[in-house]
């Protein structure tokens, strides 16, 4: 039987979370988590845990309590690494438990935040699960799903595209799935964009056939598709005709090519302000995956854009806030309340001059929520 505690986890307000201890054998994962390899090899794993055996488990799982008469008292909804490194250290796994009345959605939404700051989920797990969400009608459609996680739709849009070319059609998922926790967001979108190329297909299809699962994911374009191959044809990821039903001229387009560049056309006059909307937040979510890298120096030049050093000092504290906040959304960060609040601090205190401040503050925010 599950030892039960409890215990007060730092939260915007004081709110009790149960805890509770269970063996192994009591959880399954579940049917949604998208930690399909990433982290689970037998050296990591054995790794973690020799490394909870030794000094405990420090992070806390995520439970949701099954309704009596199932075969496991609980589902793992994060935490499915820590699980296995407890079963193999023959410890008990700790968690906090959820009732059976928290939807998948929530369940959806707290997995994808605590992933980010755990050892990495590929792009390419996080896709096949937003597919068997959307397909399972967890969420209504992309947009709901993107709100959930925090992200933009446009991600999700190309998300979906990719898992949906890799992971469908039998050929290509047996030799995708084994090694998918391998793939950067880049290389898979690429292998899914020449999959979906009906020129290239049918030689690709051939090639597969001499494959067995396993072909490192770097490597798997290559043996499909040739070492020298040329790249694939341009890909229409957006276009918008004006004309009798749909037809006549190309208004905007947006294109990708093989190498992961894009390119944006346009004939703005001939859009209405909902269509250059439209456009504008499909080219921010392009240009968002292609610069994430750069997403907390772009939050950096966002408040020094809105803000000067006399406004930090003398705005009232939750303004300062607010202002973080919304700079850290539209430049592609989730940013809770709580590194909002390290960033006031230390902008409000500056005194090495504004643009040095605002490298601390990013910098401070991101080092207290680790």
Partial sequence: MADKTMETMPRAAEELVQVELFDPAEVRPWRFHNRRGSGMDDESLNSLASSIARDGQQQLGLARRLDPGDTHKVEAIFGVRRLDACRRAGLSWRAQVREATFTDAECASLMHGENEWTEGVSPLENAAQWMSMLDARVFANQSALAAAMGCHRG??????ITARALLVEPWIERLVRPVMHQFSGRSADRLADACADEARRDAARDNARKLRPGVPADSLYRHLFGEGAAPSRRETVFVRRKGRAGGGVVAAKIERDGAGGFSVSVRAHEQTPAERAELAEQIEALVAAETAGGENVRLGRRLAGSLDAQQAKDVHRSWLEGCIWAAARASGLEWDQWRCAVAADVL??????????????????????E
Avoid: L, N
């Fill in 155 to 160: 991600t999700v849009s190309r998300a979906v």
């Fill in 348 to 369: 409000r205190a500056q005194q090495d001059g504004w643009e040095a401040a605002m490298v601390k503050a990013v910098g401070e925010a991101e080092a207290a929520a």
